[in-house]
């Protein structure tokens, strides 16, 4: 599905180019690791993509040593240096991106993701269901799941541990999203078997599969003050089957996908009865979910 | 994890064999049908089983002509002859079966699957999401999802095109399922490669993973009046990957599990402050599955 061919000319919802850039950045080296993504951005650009999705984090790098370390790095958005760098690449390339960020927002910290268009900022993403101890950092996010409406298509922005919640894709798609992009930093799960891709891999398909969406996963690589992280960045089509990767797990590697958003609205109808988001049982999911017990109708 | 040597004696939550039965069922010919589910029955239960899953409609097939076909071969639950059957088998070997069976409730059909342990009837679940034309012979169910607690651990149910809306395994789990069996007629999706397990294996392994249930597959085989079917049964663990199966394309057989529904439980806590029912946002999600549309907190 690599697209080197491509003519910005043509550009428009029926061949969308995403990129995720796979990467390694190094905790604390926010100018280089910035320099580092632009480059990225650049290359992508080059090759045709219209969409990139960069790690999480992708400025700061992930494991803090303690909160004023995180403090240090994170900046307010879109105001930060780091965002204002992306907005002058993305107006100069005429072209999206998504980047993870750490945001500071007066005393707070959240592990957020930025998108930033051909006409600069958009919006922002805070991470919902926060890892392990990046409770010590940051704020868990309370903006829910925003669905931006962009020229290329309607975009939302899940990051890493989101993705095990599959309420989080679930309410993106019941918003219209028609792509959700994943800036992660993948560590490896408990139980994980050498010999079979990363449980993420799973879970992204699934939930492309279950919400007709394209889901496109930038991971980074690298050990980081002793945390491994997988690699294995990918990009799955609206039917749950991979368009692009899994990548390696330990290589800098730009992924590219050519999507054809009509076609994913359209293959959300599975037949003349079923539609993926239409079958929802809203009339039994809503009085149970919000207090974890049935209503019988019976 | 084939556990042939088994000391019912020893039985207990922490060493529960599971057994999915993949059959190929004939449409209208019930007899036939229930002899040979009460044959697989009997002899999972030789081998060890305590609890056995079998496959959706598995008396009285699929692929109905009309719904006169339908209607007739359909039984009220548990007063129907196969519910009584079955009730006389588990009582007689001392354990639990899921089984599909057509339910007749005055003028309406249900595509429902009864539970029956060694005091007879449990309990029925409806299936709430109806496949294709299902659609011209039942109505959706209607009694929610849920979870019967019973000596083996907390059971719920779904019923194949269930297994595509992550609600469903949501639902049981916030109940406090243990494991989810689930009796499926699998059919080809669109878009799957030949060279990959169906993708009824990814959405169990994520609906596993992300709410820390075990979840016991069992589907039929065989072409049914133009229809094919396409097999590989599973049983997953509460972490997401394999613990039996996926089985043959094509092949009649019984599919086990020795399951410690103890470490399932304790293995939902990820880490220190992980746990993949606890980390739920339902302060995010409730808001916005309802409605549809974000509540934003700032």
Redesign the interface.
């Known amino acids: 599905m690599m697209t080197l061919q491509y003519n910005p000319a043509e550009r428009g919802v029926a061949d969308l180019v995403v990129a995720c850039v796979q990467m390694e950045p190094h905790v604390g080296s926010k100018h280089d690791n910035v320099a580092q993504c632009i480059r990225h951005i650049e290359a992508a650009a080059h090759r045709g993509a219209s969409l990139v999705v960069l790690p999480e984090l992708a400025n700061s790098g992930y494991v803090f040593n303690d909160r004023d370390e995180a403090f240090a790095l994170a900046e307010p958005l879109p105001e930060g240096e780091t965002a204002q760098l992306l907005a002058e690449t993305t107006q100069r390339l005429g072209i999206h991106v998504v980047m993870g960020i750490a945001e500071r927002a007066g005393k707070q910290l959240y592990n957020s993701a930025i998108l930033t268009g051909p006409a600069g900022h958009i919006g922002v993403y805070r991470k ?8 010590r950092f940051f704020e ?7 669905v931006f409406d962009t020229p290329l298509g309607r975009i939302a922005i899940a990051i890493c ?1 989101d993705g ?4 989080t894709y ?2 993106a798609a ?2 219209g999203a028609d792509i959700v992009c994943v800036p992660t930093n993948w560590v490896p ?3 994980q ?1 050498e010999d ?1 891709p990363a ?1 993420a891999t ?2 992204t ?3 492309a ?2 919400n007709g969406v394209v889901i496109a996963c930038a991971n980074r690589i690298g050990m980081e003050r002793g945390q491994p992280f997988v690699g294995q960045s990918l990009i799955v ?1 609206g ?3 991979p368009v692009a990767g899994p990548a390696s797990v330990d290589r800098e590697e730009i992924l590219y996908a050519a999507i054809d958003l009509t076609r994913t609205r359209s ?1 959300r109808t ?5 539609h ?1 988001l239409s ?4 009339d ?3 009085p ?3 207090t ?7």
Chains 1, 2 share one sequence.
Do not use: I, K
Request: charged share 20%; net charge neutral; glycine share 10%.
């Open positions: 919902l269901h926060l890892w392990n101890n990046e409770h868990p996010g309370d903006r829910g799941v925003p541990y095990w919640f599959p309420e679930r309410l019941t918003q799960m408990p139980a078997p079979r449980m799973t879970l398909m699934a939930a599969h279950s089509g039917n749950g089957w293959e599975l037949n003349a009865f079923n993926v079958d929802r049982r809203a039994v999911y809503d149970m979910l919000g974890g017990w049935p209503t019988s109708r019976t």
